[in-house]
């Protein structure tokens, strides 16, 4: 294939656009550039072949009887290579990719996708369990979810979830909580990462200013779930985080007060584009299995 490092790619989609079309102006319209640019590329193409592919008549750009074979095989090449790129971007139905934060898939997700699978077995889920933002427009992620407040620039957000938070504790450190003020006895255990302080709370519970004193700081919330499950501390969670363990009855949520923090869960997706049935389908099926968590906190 050395031979095509002598003629230019652009001069060879020339020749073969204006045979195929017939016209220079058919050849530029599908190109996307000018007459006189399609001309010139034949032209310089005709010289790097150095052979006359078209006779130019008054009726037109003609096929000479030497340019009929190159433009027949060019015409297969080319389609192949469209075929190609076709097969590049064709994205597979049957595979849904999601881009998830580690905690919303260890905590929440992972222990519902049975149920996806009972409801769509042609559908085979890939996760991609990660704290970058992913934009679908530029990767092979169908689908994101993350939380913040809305605004990424470049994707499509959806809101799925307004976030709100909450003590949760050991259950034999609940026991000894009547109200809002005796969480201050407590030590808390603190997520270092996260977009909100335990006064966005206390001001719920008519305590601004207060704050548990801290126990441990860890760099991840699902590490600081189990610290609060294993009795070492309050945590203040949101429903996502807490949904399994409260149900489980591993941690408690004393007093039913919940402070919205702004934030809040988001589909993320391609920007401009149409999204595919697969992905509809996910979202639908997410927003049912959310609904079953707010139940829980209703």
Request: net charge neutral; glycine share 8%.
């Amino acid at each position: 294939m050395r031979n095509l490092n002598s003629v230019h790619l652009n001069g060879l989609r020339a020749l073969e656009a204006v045979g195929r079309l017939g016209s220079l102006q058919l050849a530029a319209e599908e190109l996307g550039v000018s007459i006189g640019a399609v001309s010139q590329q034949v032209i310089k193409a005709e010289g790097q072949l150095d052979r006359v592919i078209f006779e130019r008549t008054p009726k037109g750009m003609v096929v000479t009887e030497a340019g009929a074979p190159v433009l027949a095989a060019l015409t297969d090449g080319l389609t192949r290579m469209s075929e190609a790129v076709s097969i590049a971007q064709r994205r597979d139905d049957t595979t849904l990719t999601i881009s998830v934060a580690p905690v919303f898939a260890a905590r929440w997700l992972v222990w519902r996708l049975d149920r996806f699978a009972a409801h769509f077995p042609d559908i085979q889920l890939r996760l991609e369990a990660t704290t970058n933002l992913v934009n679908p427009s530029t990767s092979d992620v169908d689908i994101g979810i993350r939380v913040g407040a809305g605004q990424w620039p470049g994707v499509r957000a959806e809101l799925l979830l307004a976030q709100e938070v909450f003590p949760v504790c050991a259950p034999q450190m609940a026991q000894d909580l009547k109200r809002p003020a005796d969480l201050l006895k407590l030590p808390a255990v603190i997520d270092g990462r996260a977009m909100f302080s335990w006064d966005v709370w206390m001001r719920e519970a008519g305590l601004p200013g207060s704050a548990p004193a801290t126990r441990h700081v860890f760099n991840d919330a699902s590490l600081c779930l189990d610290a609060a499950i294993a009795g070492q501390g309050v945590m203040l969670a949101w429903q996502t985080l807490a949904d399994y363990s409260l149900q489980a009855g591993q941690l408690a949520a004393p007093f039913g007060i919940r402070a919205k923090t702004g934030f809040g869960h988001y589909f993320i997706t391609a920007e401009g584009a149409r999204e595919p049935k697969k992905v509809r389908d996910f979202k639908a099926w997410i927003r049912e299995e959310m609904a079953g968590t707010l139940k829980l906190f209703s």
